[in-house]
């Protein structure tokens, strides 16, 4: 006898092949949907550069969910506008930035006293003059009034993924800044700086920070934007870069390499001098 055909069975089988097949569309369309979303404040022109950034820091050995992480969070942002800029060509002596104005000098003279014993003490361990360090400080983020309000997570990020000259530069100061963050359990995205990276009181970029910022505190943590580590940091840098309290050749060239600015190194010696003839 022919074996009649179910035709109820047969339609059920293909409403459960149907649901499977959609439900595994779905499935994919999420996971794809989730990917993009990765990267969803993020220019389309930046992807390839971005793919390279997150194979890079995988190599440096971040996880790829501690990546994930970061680059979903909403605080992201680039800023592709700080791309063009320079430190260059400030002019500390004029009007508009008032380096030598009374009140100007005067400030400097109030941290001075009030800070006093800390910042011998800095001289005697680092050999380098209070009123240097001071100078610097004030020049800056006028005594920590102007660290900066850009991310400096964002701030090195854009430099990296929007090419220019500073890529390679950013690149590896990102990792770094990364490192640090990781390493002290801080939200990477809570460290404010100036827009080309560099944060704290005395304005170090994250491989300076790692080379040359001490904890002057003692409190087991080297923070930038704690007064005793900055002045600290800010003479551990100058001594490591070649300073002599009797050369003058020698502190411009470390002041230089604090910053590559003839007229930095100018008005940081100059700033000094009136500090000390005041007080």
Known sequence: MRRCYDRGNGVTALKNYSFRFLLIINVLFIVMLSCSLLYADIDPQYQDRLNYLTERLKLEGFAEDEIGTILADSRLELYPYIV??????????????GLLTASSIERGQRILDENREVLEDVERSFGVEKEVVVAILRIETDFGRKTGRYPVLNSLLT???VENRRSAWAEKELIEFLRICREQNRDPFSVKGSWAGAFGICQFIPSSYVRFA??????????????????????????????ESGDLQAKRRAIYAYNHCDSYVEAVLAYAKAAKERS
Request: net charge neutral; hydrophobic share 45%.
């Open 214 to 243: 001490v904890d002057g505190s003692g409190d087991g943590v080297v923070d930038l934007f704690d007064f005793k580590d900055a002045v600290a940091s800010i003479a551990n840098y100058l001594k490591a870069h070649g300073w």
């Open 159 to 161: 430099m990296v993924l």
């Open 84 to 97: 063009g800029r320079s430190g260059k060509g400030i002019d500390y002596m004029g009007r508009r930035f």
